[in-house]
């Protein structure tokens, strides 16, 4: 496509709610980044992909996150019993080779 | 660890001034920065890319500078106009691997008319 694209635009979830994130790269972009950022802050680092393998998770806050990207194309975070802190914007992000990042418009995740 | 600042974290101005926002970053080994404009419940659009070797690069009334010795990098905004609203973030790339970008916390900007 001709950006990276990512649904749902918003979410609700109840407290202890699993949720599924979904983000569609740009095609032919073999690296693939999550990133989560909290109110008023930059965002920050949760995991990457090349290809379908994952070679970083450093930046997962917890085992309830988890991320896959099984064809190497799209990828889903998913976040099980989701907690307060949760709340963020999720966003995604897709690069060619090494050169600059184009990002999703992200999804805006609040837990209740 | 790498970590990025950003000065002012807010900043205010008339329209048609001429504005400066800044960044610096605590490991100078970086392979690019990058500058990106992030609006209200947006994602972020990247404005400009500096790779290491780079001073500099210019996009219309944008212009940044990168002087990686020192760990600095400025936004440079010409004849502000109140469309140019919005956070800017500054954001550093270690390595030509596919490391994550290390991002600053941004610079909230209003331009008013």
């Known amino acids: 496509g001709a950006g990276v694209s990512q649904s749902p635009r918003y979410k609700v979830a109840k407290r202890g709610q699993d949720v599924a994130l979904r983000c569609d790269p740009i095609?032919?972009?073999?690296?693939l980044f999550w990133y989560q950022q909290a109110l008023g802050q930059g965002p920050e680092f949760l995991t990457y992909f090349q290809n379908e393998a994952q070679l970083d998770k450093s930046g997962l806050p917890s085992d309830r996150f988890f991320a896959e990207r099984p064809e190497g194309s799209v990828s889903t975070l998913k976040i099980q019993r989701t907690q307060q802190e949760d709340s963020a914007v999720y966003l995604c992000?897709?690069?060619?080779?090494?050169?600059?990042?184009?990002f999703g418009s992200g999804t805006r995740l609040t837990v209740v | 660890k790498q970590e990025v600042t950003q000065i002012p974290a807010a900043l205010s101005v008339p329209e048609g001034e001429n504005l400066v926002l800044n960044c610096s970053f605590t490991?100078?080994?970086?392979?690019?920065l990058q500058w990106f404009r992030q609006d209200p419940g947006k994602g972020l659009t990247s404005l400009l890319l500096i790779q290491s070797s780079q001073r500099e690069q210019t996009s219309g009334r944008l212009n940044a500078s990168l002087d990686k010795s020192s760990g600095r990098s400025t936004l440079y905004i010409a004849a502000s106009q109140p469309g140019d609203s919005a956070t800017y973030l500054c954001?550093?790339?270690?390595?030509?691997?596919?490391?994550?970008?290390?991002f600053g916390k941004g610079t909230r900007l209003s331009v008013i008319a």
């Open positions: 992000a897709s690069s060619h080779r090494g050169l600059g990042y184009t």
């Open positions: 954001a550093v790339r270690l390595n030509s691997g596919n490391t994550p970008l290390v």
């Open positions: 490991d100078s080994a970086i392979y690019n």
């Open positions: 095609s032919g972009h073999v690296s």
